[in-house]
């Protein structure tokens, strides 16, 4: 499930996964992007949650560029 819009000129996302499996994981990913012509860059922030236990639990920050010709 996630929503995503635009904010003062940039694309605002944020959603939520749900792994129900051997091992029952949750995520939570934010991201923010803006466009500048044929180049854009993104920020993504995810945090994962594993079920009953910190192994496997993380943050993870990502930085992202995209150039189009």
């Known amino acids: 499930m996630g929503v995503g819009g635009s ?3 940039y694309d605002v ?3 939520f996964y749900d ?7 949750d995520k939570m990913r934010v991201s923010l992007s803006k466009g ?7 920020l993504d922030y995810t ?3 594993v079920s009953g236990t910190d ?3 993380a943050d993870e920050w ?4 995209v150039v189009g010709f």
């Not at 990502?62 to 560029?65: C, G, I, K, P």
Request: proline share 0%.
């Open 7 to 9: 904010m003062m000129g």
């Open 13 to 15: 996302g944020v959603g």
């Open 19 to 25: 792994l129900d499996a051997t091992t029952d994981s």
């Open 36 to 42: 500048f012509g044929a180049a854009s860059f993104g």
């Open 47 to 49: 945090e994962t949650d």
């Open 55 to 57: 192994t496997g639990d």
């Open 62 to 65: 990502n930085f992202m560029y």
